[in-house]
């Protein structure tokens, strides 16, 4: 998902915390810096709750974004007297993609691996890329275009073993499948708000702190946030990112339960229309997204032809240029296919008769556009 809206909940919680709380989270030697501090801790402690950290460990940011700059540039920084080669893969967000590729021009060496055509990359490719001087593995836990969810797990105990920091951008992961730093042997994990039913302009980096990892702060100031992340924090956002993580660590399996349901519904529905394939592995995927490749019809105008539904192509930060999508391309399909396929996602407010309508809308739009395609009538 590109994002999602923020549940009602998460709402009310903002809302009382920007009514109530004008004290500034730093200031605690009065009444009113003492209450912001308290609801910013509780709601760090939410967000540590739900990756299995301590809130110690959670650092505030503005979104993904800078929690993936953060993680990758500080450590670059911190650590490039010990080598100067990271790996990543082709299809990571562009946070992470853009973010190496700058580091790139300051004379570090960047691996991008490329994954199988299931959208996975191999744990054996990434040992292969391992040498004597890397100092990072960033790898994304669930793709935000594709849904597949990579094999974080077995990614971290390798690079534990091989004494490499793991940086992992979970903001499509968290509150969707399950996530344990500790277990997954993680050192840094981005995260957002705002697919998280969240607000936007808030995120977090997990940063280690056994054993103790060390960044190279990018925003300067007052030392706040350990000396991490400069800056007076925004006590509403962090209220509003904290419930969000509470709501979603309580209502996961439900959340989940929902986004099945309602995907087996647009299957079902879906199942006799011709020439319609998957993107990315069946089995090792988020069960509220799919991207379908809809052969023969042009993605931009199946959009057009659907001016109800919020889907996709490609993601929405590299629509805005129109570009074909460089993950489905990644994965191998040709530049028809990237341009044929929808991103569709089945969220916790998402109703079953939405589905229904979006599935009866991509059939006839399909169908129509089809008739009318010369690429079709070859078939
Ligand atoms: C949305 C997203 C980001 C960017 O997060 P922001 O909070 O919008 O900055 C980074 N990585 C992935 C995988 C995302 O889906």
């Not at 809206?5 to 989270?25: I, K």
């Not at 499509?172 to 996530?179: M, N, W």
């Not at 500790?182 to 840094?188: G, W």
């Not at 530049?335 to 109703?351: M, P």
Request: with cysteine; proline share 3%; charged share 20%.
């Amino acid at each position: 998902m590109a994002t999602t809206p923020v549940d009602p909940r998460v709402v009310s919680a903002m809302q009382a915390s920007l009514s109530n709380t004008f004290g500034n989270p730093a200031s605690v030697t009065h009444g009113f810096g003492t209450d912001a501090r308290e609801q910013v801790e509780l709601a760090r402690a939410q967000v540590a709750e739900l990756i299995n950290a301590e809130p110690k460990e959670i650092i505030w940011t503005s979104g993904a974004t800078e929690a993936d700059n953060l993680a990758i540039k500080g450590v670059a920084h911190f650590y490039q007297h010990k080598g100067k080669h990271i790996i990543t893969s082709q299809t990571e967000h562009k946070a992470v993609l853009d973010t190496c590729a700058q580091l790139a021009k300051q004379g570090f060496e960047i691996t991008y691996l490329t994954p199988n055509a299931d959208g996975l990359i191999a744990i054996e490719a990434i040992a292969a890329a391992i040498r004597d001087d890397t100092l990072l593995i960033s790898l994304m836990h669930v793709n935000n275009e594709i849904g597949v969810i990579q094999d974080i797990a077995a990614v971290g105990k390798l690079a534990r073993e091989k004494n490499i920091l793991f940086h992992v951008d979970a903001a499509q992961s968290a509150g969707k499948v399950p996530l344990n730093v500790e277990a997954m042997n993680i050192d840094l994990l981005s995260l957002a708000s705002h697919k998280v039913y969240g607000p936007k302009g808030i995120g977090a980096l997990y940063v280690r702190r056994r054993p103790r990892v060390r960044l190279e702060a990018m925003i300067h100031g007052g030392g706040h946030e350990q000396g991490f992340r400069s800056g007076t924090l925004p006590t509403h956002q962090i209220v509003g990112m904290g419930q969000a993580f509470a709501i979603a660590r309580d209502e996961m399996v439900q959340d989940q339960g929902h986004a099945q349901q309602l995907r087996e519904h647009f299957m079902t529905r879906i199942q006799d229309l011709p020439k319609v394939t998957m993107n990315g592995s069946a089995q090792h995927r988020v069960l509220n997204n799919l991207n379908l490749c809809f052969h023969c019809v042009d993605g931009e105008a199946l959009i057009m032809a659907l001016p109800n539904l919020a889907v996709s192509t490609g993601s929405a930060c590299n629509s805005a240029t129109m570009d074909v999508s460089y993950v489905l391309r990644g994965i191998g399909l040709s530049t028809a296919e990237a341009n044929s396929s929808l991103r569709i996602s089945f969220g916790r407010f998402t109703t079953l008769d939405e589905i229904e309508q979006a599935a009866s809308d991509i059939i006839d739009a399909v169908t129509r556009l089809r008739a009318m395609s010369p690429l079709w009538e070859d078939n």
